[in-house]
């Protein structure tokens, strides 16, 4: 059941992104070509540009260019960039594998790096690793990610020389030194993404074992002489793992996009530099192929969130049962 409302959300959005283009002021041409490639070709090359709406359906009623969009989507052809003189697709291809190599290990660090001071700090709650941690994740969570990783280019890159000031990899470079050089490259905007989303999710481990540490049955555990590992690996950190689960489905997300900056800031060639080009650039079938992607992306790490919350707490699982 779950599948079907994302595949209907999916559906939704899909929807929105056709109905963007065709309600903005103006002809959709001018969105899909730009302006200048429209008025040089509207100028010099009228009959390109009736080729051109006939290509995308532009001359055809509006549901036969809904139901052409559609059976576009499904192919993966989400149009051409003038920017880049490419398929979007095949932009969107080589830039999101540059985001993933920064983003996975990301998440997955931030991760197990909230999961495991959030749990700490919970379980002695208002003791000296609560009264250490605590402030110190919420300050680098409050900062901007920009202004941390500007901070982290001038102190590391600029003034100590440790790191290179931008970019992925360096020129000339293969096999293990290409590998080794990409990581040296990363370290940077990668210490910004895991210190930043590793607080968050340290603020909600940290309340989620908090209060399971409350419920009867670890009192229960206490009385039947378990010792406190036991207690807290056995019945707190697993039932305070939800509220987790759901924050790195989100990051993910959220990361897609809200690297963004961080992508800038490090002269990283992702998405994020991708969606801001298209932007400034006003590529707007790259912008809507990018917000495709990342809806997918979004939805499709809701529903691993939901098989793994079934995995983990048994109490999912028999709820979805009886509804």
Same mark, same amino acid.
């Given at each position: ?102 983003? %996975? *290990?990301?998440?997955? =660090?931030?991760?197990?790096? +909230? /999961? @495991? ?9 208002? #003791? ?59 370290? %940077? *905007?990668?210490?910004? =993404?895991?210190?930043?989303? +590793? /607080? @968050? ?9 908090? #209060? ?71 590529? @707007? ?39």
């Amino acid at each position: 059941m779950r599948l079907v409302w994302y595949l209907l959300a999916f559906f939704c959005v899909i929807t929105l992104n056709f109905f963007l283009i065709r309600f903005m002021p103006g002809d959709p041409l001018v969105h899909l070509l730009g302006e200048e490639n429209y008025q040089y070709l509207y100028v010099h090359e009228p009959e390109t540009l009736e080729e051109l709406k006939a290509r995308y359906g532009l001359d055809k009623p509006l549901p036969v260019q809904y139901g052409i969009y559609l059976a576009n989507c499904l192919k993966g052809d989400f149009g051409w960039s003038y920017q880049y003189g490419q398929p979007v697709f095949k932009v969107i291809l080589f830039r999101i594998k540059w985001t993933l190599v920064l983003l %996975l *290990p990301a998440i997955i =660090l931030a991760a197990i790096l +909230g /999961a @495991y001071l959030g749990t700490l700090a919970g379980w002695r709650k208002g #003791q000296k690793v609560d009264f250490i941690f605590t402030p110190v994740l919420l300050f680098f969570y409050t900062v901007p990610t920009y202004c941390f990783g500007m901070l982290l280019l001038l102190i590391f890159a600029f003034y100590l020389d440790l790191f290179p000031l931008g970019g992925m990899v360096s020129g000339g470079l293969s096999g293990p030194s290409r590998l080794v050089d990409i990581l040296w490259h990363m370290c %940077l *905007p990668l210490t910004v =993404l895991v210190i930043h989303n +590793g /607080a @968050y999710n340290y603020i909600i481990m940290r309340n989620s074992v908090a #209060q399971v540490r409350k419920e009867e049955y670890v009192l229960t555990a206490f009385a039947k002489g378990l010792r406190d590992r036991q207690v807290l690996f056995r019945h707190i950190f697993r039932n305070a793992l939800p509220p987790l689960v759901t924050v790195v489905a989100l990051d993910f997300g959220f990361l897609l996009a809200g690297a963004l900056l961080v992508e800038v800031v490090f002269s990283w060639q992702g998405m994020g530099t991708l969606i801001y080009d298209a932007v400034v650039s006003r590529d @707007y079938p790259m912008l809507q192929g990018c917000f495709l992607v990342l809806t997918f992306c979004v939805i499709l790490a809701n529903f691993l969130a939901d098989l793994v919350y079934a995995l983990i707490d048994p109490r999912v699982k028999e709820g979805e049962n009886r509804a």
